[in-house]
Each structure stands twice: as C-alpha cells, then as structure tokens.
C-alpha cells in the first residue's frame, strides 16, 4: 500500500537539513544534502507508518495539504512516498 504524507525541510544552523513531518508527530530525519535527507526521511516515514499499522490497527493521521503547510522562508517541501507490504508474500 502506498502512503505519501508531506515533509518541510529546512536547513540548519549547523548547515545541515532537517525533515519533519506535519503530519506524523515525532517523525524527523536530517542528513548533509535535500536528496539525502529525502532518503532518510523516506526511511523515518517508513518506520513511523509501519509501527503505526502494527500497533493501532491501521489508523493513520490524514494527511496535509501542501497549501495549508505554515512554511518559511527558504524552506523546502517535498511529499514523501512510502510503500509498505501489509501481507507478506503479496506483492503490490
């Protein structure tokens, strides 16, 4: 099943960018480039969603759209797609 939830990422003081999720309470990643830290965020989602499903049944947050994200200047948002196998052995 596909999820796709949006991440403002920002870059830091210490020159790094940071992912957070709006959505996804707790749900962060950070790397040294946007494209890696859209590769650790893909990963951070991942997990978050896959625990989510495991432990509450399958109820997850709606999600946000872009246009009511609260942004600043210089942010970046990007909609993170996640694909994560709910039947083992059952491809998708």
């Known amino acids: 099943m596909k999820f796709i ?3 403002i990422i920002r870059k830091t003081q210490d020159g790094l960018f ?3 999720f709006p959505d996804l309470a707790c749900c962060t ?3 040294d480039t946007v494209e ?3 590769d650790r965020a893909n990963e951070a989602a991942y997990d978050w969603i896959y ?3 495991s432990e509450d049944g399958g109820h997850l947050p709606p999600v946000t759209d872009i246009s009511d994200l609260e942004t600043e200047e210089g942010d970046i948002v990007r909609n993170i ?3 994560v196998r709910l039947t083992d052995g059952w491809d998708e």
Do not use: I, R, S
Request: proline share 6%; aromatic share 6%; with cysteine.
């Open 29 to 31: 990643a950070e790397g």
């Open 18 to 20: 940071k992912a957070t």
């Open 5 to 7: 939830y949006p991440a």
């Open 81 to 83: 797609c996640v694909n």
């Open 51 to 53: 625990l989510e499903l």
């Open 36 to 38: 890696d830290t859209v």
